[in-house]
């Protein structure tokens, strides 16, 4: 089984369009993160959950968000879609804070 | 602005060599210092971690040898196989939970050659 799960793993829309790709893990971990990896394959953190409580934000766009309704599920719900956002989003999870996180395989999304 | 400066940006090694993959961070808070593994399609997989109380961590085929004084750690494989081919990544943390979770460098390509 998947300890971490994405889905969609690709998700094609047009620019302006709200989209949302969901996560979730396995492993019973207390906190769950969201990256993006750019297309130079540079990773860089944009949210961490904890308990539910948002705990970080990044210099993300608000239209951003993500959203938790359970300790296992980090859903990340994009507004009003931009190319910059064309990117690949991993979620990932650890046992608490600051401990080794394991990453799912990925969302590939591309803006039209 | 990068807190973690990785290199090479790529790396080809003969099959049964030794690969090297360096980092310097900035951040002297920074206290968890973890390798990941990217295939292609993939997400990263934790390698290796080394936390600063330690010069030298070892698993398998896999050491880390760190530096504190000279904020530096580095990725050794030895007898390096073609199925080491993928794109490594260091990484630094605060791991007290510190607000910006990993801060990632940008990545090694490394390719074995059979």
């Known amino acids: 089984d998947t300890a971490v799960s994405q889905t969609p793993k690709y998700l094609v829309t047009q620019m302006g369009n709200d989209k949302s790709i969901k996560c979730e893990q396995n492993?019973?971990?207390?906190?769950m993160y969201w990256y993006k990896q750019d297309s130079k394959k540079f990773l860089k953190i944009m949210f961490s959950y904890n308990n539910k409580e948002l705990i970080i934000n990044e210099t993300v766009p608000n239209r951003f968000s993500p959203k938790s309704p359970d300790k296992a599920h980090l859903n990340l719900h994009i507004n009003s879609l931009e190319l910059g956002d064309s990117a690949v989003y991993f979620c990932?999870?650890?046992?608490?804070?600051?401990?080794?996180?394991?990453f799912g395989d990925g969302t590939r999304l591309s803006i039209l | 602005q990068q807190q973690v400066k990785q290199s090479p940006q790529s790396l080809i090694v003969q099959k049964g060599g030794i690969s090297i993959i360096n980092c310097a961070y900035e951040n002297t808070a920074f206290d968890y210092f973890p390798w990941y593994q990217q295939f292609p399609g993939k997400g990263p997989a934790l390698l290796i971690a080394?936390?600063?109380?330690?010069s030298e961590k070892k698993e398998g085929r896999f050491t880390i040898s760190f530096n504190k004084s000279a904020k530096q750690f580095s990725l050794h494989i030895m007898d390096s196989q073609p199925g080491d081919s993928a794109t490594y990544f260091c990484?630094?943390?605060?791991?007290?939970?510190?607000?910006?979770?990993?801060?990632f460098g940008k990545g090694t390509h490394l390719i074995i050659q059979p």
């Open positions: 990484a630094s943390m605060l791991s007290g939970g510190g607000a910006d979770g990993l801060t």
């Open positions: 990932a999870s650890s046992p608490n804070r600051g401990q080794p996180q394991h």
């Open positions: 080394i936390r600063p109380d330690v």
């Open positions: 492993l019973g971990h207390d906190t």
